[in-house]
Every structure is written in C-alpha cells, then in structure tokens.
C-alpha cells in the first residue's frame, strides 16, 4: 500500500512516523517532507500547496491514500480535487474546512448554533467595526477572518487598540484579503484546552487531549508563534471535561454543519477556553495542531493509517484507539531570531545522541539535508517529544534530549509543561455515535 502525507512540518513527521509503524507496511511518501521524514518516507519535491502537482504524483505512483497535514491545501479543496479524480484522501472538504477558513463563518454557525464561544460580531466594513468597538470597555479580540498562518489574532486590553488593529487589517491591508473581514469578540480568562476529534459523517471519535505553549518565552511571553512546545495529556481535561466538550460543542457543531448539508470528515481540532462558566471554543482548525501532534502521536499506539481508514470506510464507531498511559513532553527547537527573521542553512549536530535516549524521539520540522549534512531550513526546526511515567520525567526527559542538540542561534523555552506539573491526568474516552 502507498500512502502520501502533504506537508513538510513537524506534525507531518509524526504522522508520517505513525502511518511506518501500521501492520500494512506501507510504502510512504512525504510531499514536500524534511530530513527526518527522509528516514520513514521518501520525499518527494512537490509544494503542500501544489494541488495540481499532488494529484498527479498520486497518479504517477499509484497512491492508495493520502493524508493532508496543514490548512491551506484543505481549504483551497484539495479533497473535492482528489475525490473528483477518484483518489482517496483524509481530511475535510472545502466547504467544511471552512470551519477554520473562514472565521467569520466559524462564528456565525456556533453563535446561530447555541454552542459555548466569545460573544462577538463578524464585520466586513470598517466604518461599521469602529463604531462597534468605540462603544466597547472591556478587552477585544480581533481576528483576520481568512488563514493569516496563525498570526492574524490579537488580543487587546485596551479597546481602543482594537480600533487600530481593525484598520490595520481591514484599511491598511495587513493580512492582505485574509484580513478584508473580520470577527471582533470578549477577551475570555481561563486555561486554554486543544482537544483532537476524529469525525466521520456519523461518529466523533475524541482523541487525547493536549496543550500548546504560542508564546515565544518562558512564562507564556513575548509575541506569539505557531508553538514552541507542547504535552499530552492536558490535565485540566478531566473525564467530565472532555465529555462535556463533546456533547455541548462537538456534536452540536456537527450537527449544525449537517444541516447546511457539509459533512465534515477528518480530524477537527477544538481550540478551546476552560472559563469559570464552562469551556467555550476559541478556534477550530481542519487538521492536526502543530505541535500538538508531535506530542500526541507518539502516544497513540493504534497506527494513524488504521485510524484514518477507519474514518474513510466509516467505521469509527468500531475503533478502539490503544494510548500509552505516559504523558509526553515535546519541546520546540527554534532558529535564533524566530518568531522574525531567522538564517537557513545552519548544520544541526548532536541528533543521533538525543535520539539514543530512551522514549526519545526527534521530530524535525525546519530542516532539509545539504552535502550528506542536517541543516536547518525554517523556524521552528525541530521538536524533541520524550514520554515519561509523569509530566515532569517525560519533561526531564525531553530537555536531556534538547541538550544534546546544537545548532548556531538554536534555542528552546525551558517550561514547557510547566503548567501541567502536578496536576493528575485523565482516563480516555471511546467513540460516540452522532
Ligand atoms: P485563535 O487562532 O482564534 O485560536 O487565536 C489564537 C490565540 O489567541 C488563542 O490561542 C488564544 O490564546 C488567543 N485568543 C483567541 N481568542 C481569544 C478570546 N476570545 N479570548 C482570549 N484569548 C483569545
Ligand atoms: N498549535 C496550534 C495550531 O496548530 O494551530
């Protein structure tokens, strides 16, 4: 069987690394892919972008199945292409992708849909957003309506900022046409939740929860970036927590879509606020967070190619997802000057010695291979994920790993998990029957 994973991140390693470990011994092949890919995929030079070029790889190689990493591909309808051409693929339609396309769609169908989230307002005038937010005295959020690569949100104390936000985005053009619309809502407090859903058109299948870390620095500061380190599980996310998410939130969104006549099929990421009123949804996302992945895959025992099989088929009602019990820690390592400008180019050394260690794996993202060497490509270069028997050895563990790497500029945050430590996690959930 030959399975094609689209993207190049650190999330594509890890799913890449989980499709290898499948009983059907697929053949794998990582479009654009990095050099850690290289190890479990053959890469091939086609951007994630690239639909055009996708499909007539799948067709070159005869692909059985590919599997969609990032947004953009998923909401330029990559699997109305696909499906069009008979080729089957993983991931939601474009209508449905739209869920995290297009937020002022997003927020809309949960505020029609009762469904817990910031209250708000979705504009596509300036004039009118400003006479909005003049009226405001508590903190806003604004947020570019289309994909602005994760930095199209900010979050404003003062009101008043919120103001020049809006006409930075929709007057001035910051986030060109992503940013033309968009949704202003209440600032929301409280600890915030990823939670992973596989859905297939009938059933939602919760997977473990996690946590991302976005800003830059130790102690959740400086500017926001697409993660520097993640941990499974999230321990705020009890039994009654997750089941709570999914009765209030997923099923009702799912149903809501249904009623559009969109039927979402894939993974559905919920990126959620746990507020002193219950958790309310911030985002969602068609597809697998980065780096949320890297810290959830390697847990997850049942081989992703099964899972997404089981979706397509529509069998998840039948799937019994294997975890391993142990928490992971997966910390990001980035290239000096990240989240702004940054070099390419670096050589990387000591990845061996951190992959030596025991229940320590080294997922690459920003890296491709020049003259036989590993050098860094990108921002986010690599993600050291390490399990341990509590949050604070997988932790340990995952910072003597960090420590063996080098590369000129390099750096990490030094908490990641700190916001889990001594908190117990909870048990899994199962499939649930829409
Ligand atoms: P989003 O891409 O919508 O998840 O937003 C990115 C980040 O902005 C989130 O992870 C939160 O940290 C923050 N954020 C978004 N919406 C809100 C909100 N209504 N209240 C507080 N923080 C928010
Ligand atoms: N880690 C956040 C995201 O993947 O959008």
Known sequence: MRVLIVGGGGREHAMAVSVAKSARRPEIVCAPGNAGTATVAENV??????????????????????????????????????????????????????????????????????????????????????????????????????????????????????????????????FGDAGRRIVVEEKLEGEELSVHAIVDGHSVYVLESSQDHKRVGDGDTGPNTGGMGAYSPAPIATDEVLREIESEILVPVLDALVRRDIHYRGVLYAGLMLTAGGPKVLEFNCRFGDPETQAMLPRMKTSLLDVAEACLDGRLDGLSLEWDPRPAVCVVMASGGYPGSYQRGITIGGLDAAAAIADAFVYHAGTTTLDGRVVTNGGRVLGVTALGDTIQAAQDRAYQAIDCIRFDGGFCRRDIGARALGVRPAKTVGPRVL
Do not use: W
């Open 45 to 174: 030079d086609v951007a994630a972008e690239d639909i055009d070029g996708l499909l007539a790889l799948v067709e070159e190689r005869g692909v059985d199945l590919t599997l969609v990493g990032p947004e953009a591909p998923l909401c330029a309808g990559i699997v109305d292409r696909f499906e069009a051409a008979g080729r089957r693929v993983f991931g939601p339609n474009a209508k449905a992708a739209r869920l995290e396309g297009d937020k002022t769609f997003c927020k809309k169908l949960l505020m029609e849909s009762g469904v817990p989230t910031a209250s708000g307002r979705c504009f596509d005038r300036y004039d009118h957003a400003r006479q909005y937010l003049a009226t405001r005295d508590t903190p806003q959020v604004v947020k570019a309506a289309g994909l602005a690569a994760g930095k199209g949100v900010v979050v404003c104390d003062d009101p008043a900022d919120a103001i020049l936000e809006a006409e930075a985005m929709m007057v001035e053009g910051r």
